[in-house]
């Protein structure tokens, strides 16, 4: 079943204590993408990826690192993970090109108490 | 930049009613645009894809229409039923495959 599966699904975790959230895709697709969800904002993209080790900023990167070392992983890390960074995180990959349909991961729900 | 609107942010209906959600942006150098839907617990799951030289796409009860030049899109449902309840989401992608949502429709189909 092609499939974008993140883990954990489910994370309460404290300030500064560092974090990562995976994803990994079995679809071959080489983009994938990081995006946050909150309540009034809907969702905005982090980090984006265009193929293995080529990463790159969306419009809200601060506070977050990737990596893309092989083309079916994709993990998002929050090295100092503050209060702001509560949200609901969805990864998400496709093919590349301008018409291609996206599939997201079930998401993430992160709470930095 | 590119902003994506989604009215009404709420809407509630009786079964077997049609209905229609609508989608607007500012930016009409789109690539495509998208319609999700959004169930709690189980992520986004694409409905629709319409090419920017289309005006629609069909799937089943689900009808999308695009109207680039004016920065509009609607989805149609047909027929709705208790199941189609959630939250719908449309989202415009550009050059870079970066996809910008609207806040979302949430759905809810009374039995």
């Known amino acids: 079943e092609a499939q974008v599966t993140q883990n954990p699904r489910y994370l309460i975790t404290v300030t500064g204590k560092k974090l990562t959230v995976t994803c990994s895709q079995n679809m071959n697709h080489e983009y994938m993408s990081w995006y946050r969800q909150d309540p009034g904002l809907g969702l905005r993209q982090i980090y984006y990826?265009?193929?293995?080790?080529?990463?790159d900023k969306g419009d809200v990167p601060e506070g977050y690192k990737v990596s893309r070392k092989e083309k079916r992983n994709f993990p998002l890390i929050l090295e100092s993970p503050s209060p702001n960074q509560t949200s609901l995180y969805f990864c998400a990959s496709s093919l590349p090109g301008v018409n291609t349909e996206a599939f997201f991961g079930q998401g993430t729900r992160l709470t930095v108490v | 930049k590119q902003e994506v609107t989604q009215i009404p942010a709420a809407l509630s209906v009786p079964e077997g009613e049609n209905l229609v959600l609508n989608c607007s942006f500012t930016d009409s150098a789109i690539y495509n645009l998208q319609w999700f839907r959004q169930d709690p617990g189980k992520g986004l799951t694409s409905l629709l894809l319409i090419q920017s030289s289309q005006r629609e796409q069909t799937s089943g009860r689900l009808n999308a229409s695009l109207d680039k030049s004016s920065g509009r899109s609607t989805l149609y449902i047909a027929a709705s039923q208790p199941g189609d309840s959630a939250t719908y989401l449309c989202a415009v992608s550009g050059a870079t495959n970066k996809l910008i949502f609207g806040t979302g429709t949430l759905l809810a189909v009374q039995p």
């Open positions: 990826s265009m193929n293995v080790e080529v990463t």
